[in-house]
């Protein structure tokens, strides 16, 4: 049974720092990789999606690696913002397709 | 493209009462429909899954009775929480995979905060 876990559980950072987000997975056999974000009460934002055979993708000040043989994947957040607070899940899906397996995910709080 | 929708987004009740949550894709196909469960402060745990036209598959724990499961078309399932108690009360997303997008790739609605009392 694939387990996915999110450290740390929270963070709390200063206005334009850099920070990364890491999520460590038991079962190395994916399809891909998801980042989302949550707002508290909201649904969820997809970030970034990461195919098995892909090690990162870029989207603005965000950068998610994937490295399947270890079972790790990394959000980088460049110049962190007061508007990135939110919390982070990351997501595995299984190679079937069939299965997505959340993380606990990280509460990200950018004080101004 | 690729919009999930759910309504309501907010709903309370008395305890005893059955509740209706409906999932459409609005601009796509969706050949399976997922549904979460979130706890507070808890990530998101699979509840079931559905193809349409055909039985809902539970995941293990989650009582098919209580929680009915309804895809009838291609573009809505319905997620009915019966004789709902305030253990029930959460926050329950759906999600939709579809023909000619992403392969694989889940598309969330906005998720309904059910409150039972």
């Known amino acids: 049974k694939q387990e996915v876990t999110q450290i740390p559980a929270a963070l709390s950072v200063p206005e334009g720092e850099n920070l990364v987000l890491n999520c460590s997975f038991t079962?190395?056999?994916?399809?891909?990789l998801q980042w989302f974000r949550q707002d508290p009460g909201k649904g969820l934002t997809s970030l970034l999606l990461?195919?098995?055979?892909?090690r990162e993708q870029t989207s603005g000040r965000l950068n998610a690696s994937l490295d399947k043989s270890s079972g790790r994947s990394t959000l980088y957040i460049a110049a962190s913002q007061p508007g990135d607070s939110a919390t982070y899940l990351c997501a595995v899906l299984n190679n079937a397709g069939n299965m997505l397996t959340f993380g606990g995910g990280t509460r990200l709080m950018v004080k101004p | 493209g690729a919009v999930v929708s759910q309504h309501p987004s907010w709903v309370i009740c008395k305890s005893g009462t059955s509740v209706k949550i409906e999932c459409r894709s609005l601009d796509f196909q969706a050949t399976t429909m997922f549904w979460y469960r979130q706890f507070p402060k808890q990530s998101l745990m699979l509840m079931a899954t559905s193809n349409e036209g055909s039985k809902a598959t539970y995941e293990q724990g989650v009582e098919k009775d209580k929680f009915l499961i309804n895809h009838a078309s291609l573009t809505l399932s319905t997620l009915t929480v019966t004789s709902a108690h305030p253990e029930d009360s959460s926050f329950y997303i759906c999600s939709a995979r579809g023909l000619r997008l992403v392969k694989e790739t889940q598309y969330f609605g906005p998720g309904t905060r059910l409150l039972v009392l």
């Open positions: 079962d190395s056999a994916i399809y891909n």
């Open positions: 990461i195919q098995s055979s892909q």
